[in-house]
Each structure stands twice: as C-alpha cells, then as structure tokens.
C-alpha cells in the first residue's frame, strides 16, 4: 500500500477563498483523523470519522471548517472562506482499530498559506 | 487537554541509550499507551504502543510501570537521525477514541 496520500503538498491562497484538502487512507483502514499544525498551538485533533460517519468534530474551529468522508477511500477538508490565520500544516492519519493494532499512519501532510 | 505529561526537551549523546518518561496518571484499563515521533518537516510516525507488558520492537522498547501511570520510551543507541519530538498519547477501546497528542518531548542527540 502507498500509505496515507494527501493532496495537495502546498496550497496558497488569498484570504477569503475557499480551499480544499484531500486524504486517501490506507486501504482496510476505519479510523480517519484530521490534524492541524501550528507552532503556536501544535498538533490539534480537528475531527475524525469512524467507518466514513464523524464521531468528533469538536476540534474543528468554526463553522468556517468542514469535513466528509463520502466513502471509505476519501475524505475532504474545506475552509470557506479561508483566513490568515488558517495557515498551518494540516495532517491526515488513519488506523484500524484498537482491537487491531491501533497504530495511526500519518500522510505527509498540506501546507496551507493563505495570505 | 492531553492526558499525558512529558519534560518538553532532553539531550543524549549519539550511541547511547535514552530513556523518554511519560506521566499518565489518569490512565484508564482500556487505555493503551502509544508512542509517536516527529522528525523535522514530516508527519508523526508510529514508534510502539502497549497496554500492560513492556513491548520492543525494532525502532524501541516500551516500559510500562506495574500501575500503569507512567511510561518510558527506550531508544537503545541514539542515532543522530532519532533527533525528533516524541510524543506520548493514550487511544482507549471506548467509545471516545479520539486521539490527541500533546506537546511531546524534543530529543537532540549530540554527536
């Protein structure tokens, strides 16, 4: 398997254009997780879905930020509008279950820029 | 809130053995203990994970105290290209199966 790929590698954007962030996970897997990076804030859970429905999205900042999962080989991330303040680097992670090893597979990740 | 406590950086010398704690004092009995690093300008990485047993495997070795409330990561000989932030989380077999990591722990390993 390729691993968890996120699409794109860098993004930058204009302040108030909406912006959309791709995740493929890893093929069997049922846990996927969106994380965002900043220095200021490090690394925050933003929500993640189980078998394709949210389970938490108490993360997500604002109602600016939204997630799907409209099967179980994609998800999407959009931020509409988009603010400076967005800008970080923003992760995809999938796993199997507890009952299965548990460990999360990170992709490689979206620079986002909004300036 | 992360439920884990970890010192925010440590220093070893390459070839030597380091020793990385985690404090979980709240852990649960269906919480298990998981490790992850963050080399620099990439994605956190899987290391180890237990729930009551010390475990090893190829990248580490992962002691876990009799009651459960704290952890140490075992890196056995410092590499230069371990030099990462190691992070300590807890992933329950609840239904709250969130994730979070905290700040981790910033290794630098000297030459």
């Known amino acids: 398997d390729a691993g968890v790929i996120q699409s794109p590698r860098h993004e930058v954007t204009e302040m108030g254009q909406e912006v959309t962030l791709r995740c493929k996970p890893i093929s069997g897997h049922d846990y996927l997780f969106w994380y965002r990076q900043t220095m200021m804030r490090g690394l925050e859970l933003l929500i993640y879905f189980n078998n394709n429905v949210p389970i938490d999205d108490s993360g997500m900042p604002e109602d600016r930020f939204s997630a799907k999962m409209p099967n179980a080989s994609f998800s999407n991330l959009k931020i509409q509008p988009s603010e400076p303040r967005d800008s970080a680097v923003y992760f995809c992670?999938?796993?199997?279950?507890?009952?299965?090893?548990?460990?999360?597979?990170f992709g490689s990740g979206t620079q986002l820029s909004v300036l | 809130d992360a439920k884990t406590t970890q010192p925010n950086s440590m220093e070893s010398n390459e070839e030597e053995p380091v020793h990385l704690p985690c404090n979980h004092s709240t852990i649960s009995g269906t919480d298990y203990i998981h490790w992850y690093r963050q080399l620099p300008s990439q994605g956190p990485e899987y290391v180890i994970h237990g729930l009551t047993s010390n475990v090893n495997n190829r990248m580490a070795s992962l002691a876990i105290a009799e009651d459960r409330k704290s952890s140490t990561l075992i890196l056995h000989r410092a590499t230069l290209r371990d030099a990462a932030v190691y992070y300590c989380i807890l992933r329950t077999t609840g239904n709250n199966n969130d994730m979070r990591f905290g700040a981790g722990t910033r290794l630098t390993v000297k030459p």
């Open positions: 992670a999938s796993s199997l279950g507890l009952s299965r090893g548990g460990e999360l597979f």
